[in-house]
């Protein structure tokens, strides 16, 4: 495997972008082909990491380092182990099932969706894999402005609205992360953005954070990933930036945005803070609590179905965190998974409801019923998908959740208990609203002559469900792959823990 | 000595070339016939490229020259860099300004040029007394410049307000001037500043002065609260000369600022450092909250320059190299993109200055989208977004100031950039996500203008992506800094 592998997939996209930007933009067909197929390459080029990434190598892997800005002692350094991997490939599959579900939904400014889609793509996997706090930054945030437009001009009604709170909720906690990125930076005597060295310094004592520092730079960093996550009550974007985005938007949102939030906590706030990551974790695990439940009850109240899923993901991100903060092998090994179903279930669950709304134009649950008469494909991949979500043993849901609640019930019985009510909770909302919308009668007559699902639209969804089957039997082989990388975090998170009390 | 200044005239060849140059555009004026007059834009940029070749001839000099009154040194050199790029892009920008509103092609660029004399000389100086000179010739040069549509209200009033607060603030300069010569008989930086570390100045009137000079010099970069008149007179005035005015006099301003009270004044600064630290907090904020509910283009522009000012105060604050050399790449970045965003309202604004709200802006991503790129790169720029120069501008103020250990002024800085980030989005929300009107009329373009974009996106690109080189040459343009 060449050494700029990661570098080759990180920009292939941006390249893609950079065509279509001189592609006229009469020829809508070429460009989704075009677009479609500089996906596709990302996915193939990406698909070999998963077999060449060496197990026993909890480090990073890939790695590739140059000098960008000497002068602020800023480098191109990328690089994955095992818990950015699959973040990678998560990207990676999603991007160009999104590309194929808007294949017929988008007719208007064809050319600049895809761009933006692309020039996404490029700003996602460049955060899962950059190395080098600057470089990370820069993604980070450059991956906003494509996600703003392609939620305010192809989004819904209050597309506008949705797109400049999203902007700003993220620029917000951002600009924070950004001075303690600096402040990092400065503590370690100035001479490096490098994460790995950042770390390094830190477990050879060349860099000793007070109390103080630790638990001002812990917020700022935890701020920003929070706000991304969304921990409750920093949710507020969510449900607007998800209902108005346009299907395409709403997965790749709610499939790779989000993770990107706890992808940091566990990158970043773990290994480089573990004294303040303690005194927090009580707090944290509370919220996380309290969003899994409020999550799942607001969901469960909801009377449009793209709403229900937007708030389900407070819920099940809700989980994630607790994961995390569970602080052991088995919560942060759950919280690993689910990011990764959760992509997939929550993906699949919002390109559904974008199918029923492209026969329909509503989502609103009382509209349908019955469905499983006129569409018994749709009807049955949903109730995989519905199941997957809730966490039905033998698909992927379960294995997450199961870990979570494992390590969570070692940290704190209490919120263990709470949270495993939420699993029941979130089995209500999700059977509920399939009972509403398959079951039963056809009870409005304009659903009675809806086509079925078409060839394309199985082959959007045909990826996920395997993945879903894949990730529920045979979860093994992903975990094994994480395992080392995790169990790094943790002993860097315990080793530097028992050097503070020194 | 007498010998010597002969040989010292190098030292201010640009100043020298300048000013030829633009008495020859005037001169040329009056005899050429109508039809030929345009000419004097190429003439000045000719002026402007001579210029640059002699100011580069000089890097690497350092000291002072005519008897202490002249400084060439790597900051002074940056400076006069960067007044020669924002003269050559309102040099550009205004030739097809003027041909599209009837102005005096000649007079303009004329004008122009005189007032980039005046700014080279700001930064040159090594002598208060130089400093108001060097200030009023750069004054009476934009006096004219805000005017120069003689018959457009607008315009009057614009050169009428600056006219006022502009005399008025000299005043508060002369009368700071007059305490701190009272106090050390000098009028010489660094004579000054020799004398007040003798101990042998009154600190009293010290302090007095640089209060003043410092209210003064706040008048003509705008910071609060001597901000007022900069929205009015950004409307009113011709639009290339609001682009120019929002850069070169601010970097000028501050480029003095910093020099007479780090050289002269460290340890008056000292005291002051509080009403400085007040006034960059006031100025971010008064600014970006001002600007959230305009609804015209220029007038936010204009609230967002007082903004830019609060950052560009916080480099003055953190008092040293670091925050010196970002303030020097700030402002050169800062120009760039500017004078790239007013560009484009000049051109959207159509003849007469007309359509210069934000509803006017309604379709153009779709309809011009080359135009509509370009300006959102200017105003993501300007909101501070990676891979923009402004993004590393802020970057490199914002490090300076942790550096020295301003935390909380690096926290409501970087507050103040994500609020300004709503208000640059406005624009492009309208841009690309509203419909054109049914009357839509397009942009006309001018290959000058063109330039101009294109010039500045490509800068703001550059020093945006990688911005190392800059970075190296504004920190060794400041070595030896006090």
């Keep these: 495997m060449p050494h700029s592998i990661l570098t080759l997939i990180t920009f292939l996209p941006a390249g893609g972008a950079a065509l279509l930007l001189f592609w006229p933009r009469t020829g809508a067909s070429a460009i989704r082909n075009i677009a479609m197929g500089v996906s596709l390459l990302t996915l193939l080029l990406s698909l070999p990491l998963f077999p060449a990434f060496d197990t026993s190598n909890p480090g990073m892997q ?44 988008i007719q208007t400014k064809v050319r600049e969706y895809h761009l933006f889609m692309l020039l996404l793509e490029t700003g996602m ?51 924070l992360m950004l001075l303690a990125i600096i402040a990092l930076y400065l503590l370690n005597g ?36 929070a706000i991304k996550v969304p921990l409750f009550p920093l949710h507020t974007w969510l449900p607007d930036a998800h209902v108005e985005a346009p299907t395409a938007g709403s997965v790749v949102l709610a499939g790779v945005l989000l993770k990107m939030g706890t992808y940091g906590i566990v990158r970043f706030c773990l290994p480089l803070f573990p004294e303040a990551t303690r005194e927090f974790t009580p707090f944290i695990s509370l919220l996380a609590v309290v969003g899994i439940i409020y999550g799942a009850l607001v969901a469960m109240v909801q009377t449009d179905i793209k709403k229900l899923v937007a708030y389900s993901s407070v819920s099940h991100l809700g989980f994630v965190v607790l994961g995390i903060f569970a602080l052991n092998e088995q919560g942060l090994h759950g919280a690993m998974y689910q990011m990764l179903n959760h992509g997939i279930s929550t993906g699949a669950l919002f390109l559904l409801v974008g199918m029923l709304y492209d026969r329909r134009h509503t989502r609103l649950i009382d509209e349908f019923g019955g469905l499983a008469d006129p569409l018994p494909v749709f009807s ?94 045979y979860s093994e082989s992903f975990l094994r792959k994480m395992d080392g990388s995790v169990s790094q975090v943790l002993q860097h998170f315990r080793s530097s823990a028992v050097v503070m009390k020194h | ?141 934009s006096y004219i410049l805000l005017g120069i549509k003689r018959s457009d209200a607008k315009s009057n009033e614009a050169a009428l307000k600056y006219f006022l607060l502009g005399s008025f603030s000299s005043a508060f300069m002369l009368y700071g001037i007059a305490l701190a010569y009272g106090a050390t008989r000098t009028t010489n930086l660094e004579a000054i500043g020799r004398e007040i570390a003798a101990g042998s100045a009154g600190m009293t009137l010290i302090y007095v002065a640089v209060g003043l000079l410092f209210v003064g010099f706040g008048f003509k970069v705008a910071v609060v609260p001597f901000h007022v008149w900069t929205p009015d007179v950004y409307e009113g005035a011709p639009t290339p000369i609001s682009a120019f005015m929002s850069v070169g006099p601010k970097a000028a301003g501050f480029a003095v600022l910093v020099r007479v009270l780090m050289v002269a004044f460290p340890a008056a600064y000292a005291k002051w450092l509080g009403l400085v630290w007040l006034s960059a907090v006031l100025t971010m904020f008064v600014g970006n909250c001002v600007a959230l509910v305009q609804s015209n283009i220029k007038r936010m522009l204009a609230y967002s320059s007082i903004a830019h000012a609060g950052y560009i105060l916080v480099a003055v604050a953190t008092r040293n190299q670091e925050g010196v050399a970002a303030l020097l790449f700030y402002t050169l970045t800062y120009a760039l993109m500017n004078i790239g965003a007013f560009t484009i309202v000049s051109l959207v604004s159509r003849q007469g200055d007309r359509k210069t709200y934000l509803d006017d802006y309604a379709g153009l991503g779709f309809k011009q989208p080359g135009l509509a790129a370009a300006l959102s790169i200017f105003l993501l720029s300007l909101a501070g977004i990676p891979l923009t120069a402004g993004f590393a501008g802020k970057f490199f103020i914002f490090r300076a100031a942790l550096e020295s250990k301003f935390v909380w002024l690096a926290i409501i800085g970087v507050l103040n950039s994500a609020i300004s980030v709503y208000y640059y989005l406005r624009v492009i929300v309208v841009m690309y996500m509203k419909e054109a009107p049914d009357d839509w009329s397009p942009v006309a373009m001018s290959s000058s203008a063109i330039a101009v974009i294109a010039l500045s996106v490509l800068g703001i690109l550059q020093f945006g992506i990688f911005p190392d080189m800059l970075i190296s040459l504004a920190r060794s343009s400041v070595i030896g800094y006090r």
């Design chain 1, 190 to 225: 100035a001479t490096t953005f490098d994460f790995p060295a950042i770390l390094e310094s830190l477990h050879q004592g060349n860099l000793i954070l007070s109390p103080g520092q630790q638990h001002w730079l812990f917020l700022a960093f935890f701020f920003a990933f």
């Design chain 2, 1 to 141: 000595m007498d010998g010597s200044l002969a040989l010292e005239i190098p030292q201010i060849f640009p100043e020298i070339a300048l000013s030829v140059f633009g008495i020859a555009i005037l001169l040329l004026d009056t005899f050429l016939p109508k039809s030929k007059r345009h000419a004097a834009t190429g003439i000045a940029l000719a002026a402007i490229a001579l210029t640059a070749v002699f100011t580069l001839g000089l890097v690497g000099e350092d000291g002072t020259f005519f008897s202490g009154m002249i400084v060439v040194d790597g900051f002074s050199i940056f400076l006069r860099i960067t007044f020669l790029v924002v003269g050559a892009l309102t040099v550009l920008a205004s030739s097809s300004y003027a041909t599209r509103e009837n102005l005096a092609v000649g007079e303009f660029q004329a004008l122009v040029l005189f007032a980039i004399v005046g700014m080279n000389l700001m930064a040159a100086s090594n002598e208060l007394i130089m400093i108001f000179l060097g200030l009023e010739t750069l004054s009476i040069a």
């Design chain 1, 62 to 105: 890939f790695e590739q380092s140059a000098a960008w800005i000497p002068s602020l002692g800023i480098r191109y350094h990328v690089g994955i182990d095992g818990i950015s991997l699959f973040l990678v490939l998560l990207t990676t599959v999603l991007t160009p099932v999104a590309i194929l579900s808007s294949w017929k939904s």
């Design chain 1, 125 to 175: 996997i460049g955060v899962f894999v950059a190395l080098d706090f600057f470089l990370f930054y820069v993604f980070w945030e450059v991956m906003l402005v494509p996600m703003y437009f392609l939620i305010g001009v192809w989004g819904g009604q209050r597309r506008i609205y949705a797109a400049v709170k999203f902007f700003l909720y993220t620029m917000v906690g951002s600009v």
């Design chain 1, 380 to 473: 049955a991949i949903f109730m995989i998908v519905a199941l997957s979500s809730i966490g039905l043993p033998m698909l992927n849901g379960f294995v997450g959740e199961f870990l979570i609640l494992l390590g969570a019930f070692d940290a704190d019985r209490t919120y263990a208990v709470i949270a495993a009510s939420g699993v029941i909770l979130s089995a209500v909302y999700m059977l509920w609203v399939y009972q509403r919308v398959v079951f039963g009668q056809v009870t409005n007559p304009r659903n009675r002559r809806l086509l079925d699902l078409d060839f394309r639209e199985k082959l959007v969804l045909l990826p996920l469900v395997v993945l879903i089957f894949w990730m529920g039997i």
